[in-house]
Each structure stands twice: as C-alpha cells, then as structure tokens.
C-alpha cells in the first residue's frame, strides 16, 4: 500500500469552523486525541456566527429542569408530520431522524460538561406546532451573553455577529413593542442600561450565534484544539479508497496534512457560488444571501469528485429579506419576516394577490415566492401596510423610520399611495386586484379568521406578530391612509442541500456505500430534516449533533 508522504499528521482534521467543527473537536480532544481545524477565511464561527444561534434540541435537559414534557416518541410524531411525505429526499431516513432525536439531548449535556453556558428559550414555538407533537412553547436551545474579550488575542478572529449587546435574542426583539407596552420601554432601558455598564467595564458582549460561536472557540482553544485561519482545504489525500488527509494551502505554499481517523466537512453550502445556484436553484441569486463569505460550494464538489451523492440541492433555508438603497454590501440586509408577520401588513404578487400565509416558517415562505413566481411574477413581492402599521412599529423595526421612510420613498425604493388604487399604480399591478385582496384580507380581520391561508391559526405565527394587538396577534385591517409598499425578495441563510451521509455521518456514495474515513456535517449536507424547517436552530442543531457523532464514530472505528 503506498502511503503519500505528508507535512504533518494529527488524529483528526476538520475543513471549516462552524458550529459542527468546534463541537467535534471538543469530543475527540476528550477523548485524548489531537485536532486540526483549518477554516479559509480570516475568522472563525462560519455562518452560525451570524445566525440566530439556535439549536432546535427536543427533549433537552432544560425542558426537563422546567417542567415540559417531551420525549423521542413525541418529537418522532412530529418530525413525521412535518418531514415525511416529501419526494426525493435522501439526507432524511428514519434511521438519521431518530439518531438526531436520540443523541442530540446527550450533545447539549457533553457542551454542558465542557462549561458550554446553555439554556432553552421561555417560548419560540415550533414551526408546525399545530401538528401532532408540536410544541408552542418550542424546543430551542441557545447560548448565554459572551463577553469577546475573554478570547484575547483571538477576539478579533470570531466571525461578527448581528448581536452586538448585553442581551439574549427574544429579549432584544421585544424591543419593537416599545409603541404598545411597557414591557418594550422596560427591555429597552435594561438594555441600554446594561449596554453602558458593559462599556465602563470595558467589556465587549455579542448574543445570539456569535455568543455560540465565542464559546465554543474559547473552550477549543482551551482544550488544545489546533486552528487555523485563512488555511483552506482544496483536496482530499486518498489511499486504497480511504480518505487519510487532506491538501491545503497557506500564505501560498502548498501542504499535505495527514489524517488517521478521518476528515469531517463543516464547509457550509454554496448560497454565494451563482454557478452552483443556477444549476440547482434557478431563479435565486448570492447577492439574497445573509452568509458568510466562506459559503462558496467547492468542499461540496470536492467530495462529489470523490464518489459522495448528492440530495436536496434544490433547498435553501429561505429567509424573506429586502435590499434598501445604499445596503447591497451590508453584512446584514434587513429581513422582513416580523413586518409581514405583523398586524396590519400582508404580502402580495405583481398581480396585487396575496398567496400566501404570512407568519409561519421563513423556509416554506420563500419556497411559496419561488413557486408562484413559475406561474406569475412575485420576485419581488410587496409587502403592502398602511399608516397603523407604521404608527405602531416603525419602518423595518426601526427607531429612525421616519427618516428612512422620506430616503426611501425618495429612492422609489419603497412606494406610497392616498389610497389603495393609488398604491396599486405605483407598484404596476390592477388598482382593482389589489383592492379585492385588501377588502377580503380586512374582512378575515372584521370575522377573527384568515380563510385563505389561516394566519394566526398557529402559535409560531402569533409569536411572530404583536402580542400586544388585539383581538388578534396577526391580524389587523389594512385602511388608513396614507398606504405603503415594499419589495420583497426570497432571500436565504444558508442552503439546504449537500452530499449524503449516513446516521454515523460518513459520506456515502450513490450506490450508498460508504466512503471510507470522510464525514461532514451543517450544511455541506443533505438535511437530516428533508424539505422542511421544523423549528428554530434546524440548520445549527444538526451541525453541532453530526459533528459530535461523527468524532464519536471516528474514534469507535479506530
């Protein structure tokens, strides 16, 4: 057997630093063995750094430490009313969902041990939590407030956040009720109260998935994980059919790192690779994309040189978004989830109809767009509101919207009408089609019941309006002037689609054998949960329960 020589050799060699990456670490350096990261860019956390951070973890020690019943029996239910039932879907089988249901509670308590600081949120629904095994008090797992500067010298190597302060995500986004309650005036002031101490202290706090991201990094670090920036993996080094290491590359010189347990792929998808994007999902552009510049595809394309199969690349985790003028180039372009979710506001085609639910899962929302769009055009659609809507919670959740109201609408960016038909001319469709979609949407309103698509029949959807608005949450009439329209477009976080792996995450080819000594995790994969977002954290989750299988795997197989 000829062996290739390399530079060097460690137990375990990990192309990309996403969630996944720094979780599989940890388990093998418990293990005893040794561990290389190698990320390609200039910072560490990928794209799970600028999420929201969360796991969806059913059945989690949390849950348990408050009271709410769950199970692998319960979570199984649900998975199989919201999964099952999909075409074509081989990141999914039984045996994947119920390794992710049985081992991914053991996961959060292994991060728990390595003084990982996690907790569940009081109350983000599950997407479906109308279905059997939904839960409305949800099934998220997310990390405590990090102060960055307990990273020292590598501070300024973590992946930038969209949380830059002393609070947890739900808090944060209670923020925009400040209009209608005290409880937004209150979460407001404790915030920018926290926010000053932390800066006489000299602390520098992020939330969300940064804060995730922060402290994992610090407890790899800890443990005597080696990583590496701006050191990307541009092959694999392959012996007898088995992958043993990988080539890589830095400050220009080539090098060959050896593996002896195996290689894991935590490279993200390929939301910023056009090419990959017109041949799998036509129709979607990288310029929609809120990922970080790491997500460009060429792991995934590595390993289908190698022999992996493919599946689900026609899926994104889509996540409704606009592009004002002047933030084409901001590390995060504004989402619009919440607006149209929002009382009211609904979401309409160029026709002036609306199609679909507007709360509810930002996956199956942008899917609608991409599917209605085949027939008639709703890229971009139009987010149509009216004065209340704008009197109760500003303009993209914003403080400053008065301001960004007059840019907009200057820039024709965002367009205003007297009254409905004028708002029709201005945005190209039939003043009399939009006027028949907002009478019927405000006669739903008038009755309590959306008919057509049942906003805020479920829990999530009600979550992601007003709580404070009543009689409904969701619901609320489109009719003082003046009225108002913005594009939106069907942007993502992320793909959903990647080479196919088994419940042990080993690459598999397209006969299904396994290829020998090659794992991945996040999204270089086919989704362990098919064409279907069932929760908060379906994309983080699996990254950090694949990862944490995989270095288990590895060390089984040796």
């Not at 080539?254 to 390929?270: E, H, Q, S, T």
């Not at 504004?334 to 996956?363: F, K, W």
């Not at 954290?537 to 995989?550: I, M, N, R």
Request: with cysteine.
């Amino acid at each position: 057997m000829h062996m290739t020589p390399v530079d060097e050799t460690f137990d375990f060699v990990i192309a990309g630093s996403g969630g996944g990456s720094m979780c599989a670490a940890l388990v093998l350096r418990s293990l005893g063995k040794s561990v290389l990261i190698l990320e390609k860019t200039g910072h560490i956390g990928g794209t799970t750094a600028r999420s929201g951070g969360v796991m969806w973890i059913p059945d989690n020690r949390f849950m348990r430490r408050d009271g709410i019943e769950d199970s692998f029996a319960n979570a199984s239910t649900y998975l199989e009313s919201v999964v099952a039932g999909h075409e074509d879907q081989p990141g999914t089988t039984r045996g994947r969902r119920d390794t992710y249901l049985r081992q991914a509670s053991h996961m959060v308590d292994f991060l728990v041990e390595q003084g990982i600081k996690l907790d569940r949120v009081p109350y983000w629904p599950d997407y479906y939590d109308d279905r059997p095994g939904g839960l409305a008090v949800g099934r998220t797992v997310v990390a405590d407030i990090f102060d960055t500067n307990e990273l020292g010298s590598w501070r300024e190597k973590l992946q930038p956040g969209f949380v830059n302060m002393p609070a947890m995500l739900d808090d944060a986004m209670k923020i925009r009720t400040l209009k209608q309650s005290w409880v937004g005036r209150k979460m407001l002031l404790k915030i920018g109260l926290a926010t000053v101490i932390a800066k006489l202290r000299r602390q520098n706090f992020v939330s969300a998935g940064a804060a995730l991201q922060g402290r994992m990094l610090q407890a790899a670090l800890k443990a005597g994980v080696d990583i590496r920036t701006d050191w990307p993996v541009t092959g694999f080094i392959e012996n007898d059919g088995r992958i043993v290491g990988v080539t890589t590359a830095h400050d220009g010189k080539p090098k060959l790192i050896g593996a002896r347990l195996g290689v894991l792929v935590n490279a993200g998808g390929f939301s910023l690779n056009q090419h990959m994007r017109d041949t799998y999902q036509p129709g979607t552009s990288a310029k929609w994309s809120q990922v970080t510049a790491g997500d460009t595809g060429e792991m995934i394309e590595e390993m289908m040189r190698h022999g992996a199969a493919i599946g689900q690349m026609e899926e994104m985790v889509g996540y409704q978004m606009m592009i004002p003028p002047g933030c084409e180039n901001d590390m995060v372009k504004p989402p619009i989830q919440t607006v149209t979710a929002s009382p009211h506001c609904i979401l309409v085609d160029q026709t002036g109809v609306r199609y679909l639910n507007e709360g509810g899962s930002y996956m199956a929302y942008c899917k609608a767009m991409l599917e209605r769009n085949k027939t008639i055009t709703a890229v971009p659609s139009w987010a149509i509101f009216d004065q209340q809507y704008l009197d109760k919670y500003g303009l993209a959740n914003s403080m400053a919207s008065n301001w960004k109201r007059k840019k907009w609408i200057a820039s024709g960016f965002m367009k205003t009408g007297a009254n409905i038909e004028a708002l029709a001319k201005a945005i190209g469709a039939p003043p009399d089609s939009l006027r028949t979609t907002v009478d019927r949407f405000n006669g739903f309103v008038a009755a309590g019941h959306d008919l057509d698509f049942q906003r805020g029949q479920r829990a999530y959807d009600n979550w992601l309006g007003d709580p404070y608005n009543r009689p409904s949450q969701t619901l609320g009439s489109i009719e003082r002037g003046p009225f108002y329209a913005l594009p939106v477009l069907p942007g993502d976080v992320g793909t959903y689609g990647g080479v196919v792996t088994d419940e042990r995450a080993r690459v598999l080819r397209g006969d299904g054998s396994v290829i020998d000594g090659l794992y991945a995790t996040g999204i270089s994969t086919a989704s362990v949960f098919g064409r279907a977002y069932p929760g908060a954290g379906a994309s983080v989750g699996p990254s950090f329960l694949w990862g944490y299988v995989a270095a288990h795997d590895a060390v089984a197989g040796a």
